[in-house]
DNA sequence: GTCTATAAGATGATAGAC
DNA sequence: GTCTATCATCTTATAGAC
């Protein structure tokens, strides 16, 4: 499906969505938004009524599909060990493809705190995860289960995140960050799974 | 010191700072800025040519310090051990005061790449640095160093970074979460170094 | 060094023709 | 639904008095 193909609407949060990635909110103009996507000026303001309702529509959207993908996950009749690796390897591909992602999220989501945490329900959606609560059984005693589950996002989100630093500090090319990163589809389950207490076959 | 100590200069870019930090570059303004700071519009042109000019002053002071700590402990007397107990808890301390630190720097690095790596000489800092002769020394066979370097990184800094959503999502308060950050002082090394070559004593 | 005043331009948003 | 034209406001930055 070409640009051509999408309705003004579409092609407005389209253009958006990757000017305030890339800018962000305070630093993306609508000007800037209509030129991208080729549509004249007013019709931003038609369509989504300002700046910023376009802006938490796109934020919405953007942060339902990255934890509804957990949701569906963390439900589904996978082992554990199958969920980690699932884990693991779908927010890498997703993360290759949209590297600017978390942070574009983490930076704008203190601007727009309210409405995220209640229309999301991640709470609810965590608490009811079969997934916890088979971390919660293998989990050492003494460490809480969201200390394991921070590392398995840290491990898995985090050299994203960072790649502007580390990869110039330890002189790396994009081409061998991305061979690293196929490389922590196997590591980062591997180092998760030993932090759990040692398991008995079954 | 109270505020009114500093001269006009630091006073500007003490307000700066946590406004850029607080609500990035582009929704900061020059007014914002010299009303916080109390101190007259034209001084901040005056004292900093520009805006822009102003920015970069700032976000090099605070890579700088971010990065001269590295520079240190990652060089001094300590044993490896140490260094790594020292990395996670400098670190922790550090981001328990100022948790808007790491999505700042990271999510403002990419509109000003070419000054940043230039001038830090990161590369040159990690590359000869101690800490990670040994690290490369004591990692298992296959593995590159810098994996495991990045998931001491990942383990220490994410939790702060993606604490609005990990914390609604657990349902937490900032007391808990407080807690749960001097726990991982002791745990991040723990799961960090059991990555490591199993070691024989001497 | 600090102020007032203002230039010069950008920005979000809308009214009204088509 | 789409366009042009424009408003009202805000923005960075500076010139010039003190």
């Given at each position: 499906m070409s640009e051509k193909d999408l309705d003004t609407?579409?092609?407005?949060?389209?253009?958006?969505?990757?000017?305030?990635?890339?800018?962000?909110?305070?630093?993306?103009?609508?000007?800037?938004?209509a030129s991208a996507a080729g549509v004249n000026l007013a019709l931003v303001n038609y369509y989504f009524r300002s700046k910023e309702e376009?802006?938490?529509?796109?934020?919405?959207?953007?942060?339902?599909?990255?934890?509804?993908q957990l949701h569906v996950l963390m439900n589904d009749q996978h082992t554990f060990e199958e969920k980690v690796e699932l884990f693991v390897s779908n927010y890498t591909e997703l993360?290759?493809?949209?590297?600017?992602?978390?942070?574009?999220?983490?930076?704008?989501?203190?601007?727009h705190p309210e409405e995220m945490a209640e229309r999301l329900g991640i709470e609810q959606i965590i608490k009811e995860a079969k997934f916890f609560q088979e971390l919660a059984q293998r989990c050492p005693?003494?460490?809480?289960?969201?200390?394991?589950?921070?590392?398995?996002?840290?491990?898995?989100?985090?050299?994203?995140?960072?790649?502007?630093?580390?990869?110039?500090?330890?002189?790396?090319?994009?081409?061998?960050?991305?061979?690293?990163?196929?490389?922590?589809?196997?590591?980062?389950?591997?180092?998760?799974?030993?932090?759990?207490?040692?398991q008995t076959e079954g």
């Open positions: 609407a579409n092609k407005i949060k389209q253009a958006a969505s990757a000017l305030f990635l890339e800018k962000g909110f305070g630093r993306t103009t609508t000007r800037d938004i376009l802006f938490k529509t796109i934020m919405m959207e953007t942060v339902q599909g990255f934890i509804g993360l290759k493809k949209r590297p600017d992602l978390p942070i574009f999220m983490l930076s704008e989501i203190r601007n005693d003494g460490i809480h289960p969201v200390h394991l589950f921070m590392n398995l996002i840290s491990m898995t989100v985090f050299p994203f995140i960072g790649k502007p630093i580390i990869s110039v500090g330890a002189g790396m090319d994009n081409e061998t960050f991305i061979l690293m990163m196929e490389q922590r589809k196997q590591l980062v389950p591997q180092w998760f799974l030993s932090m759990l207490k040692p």
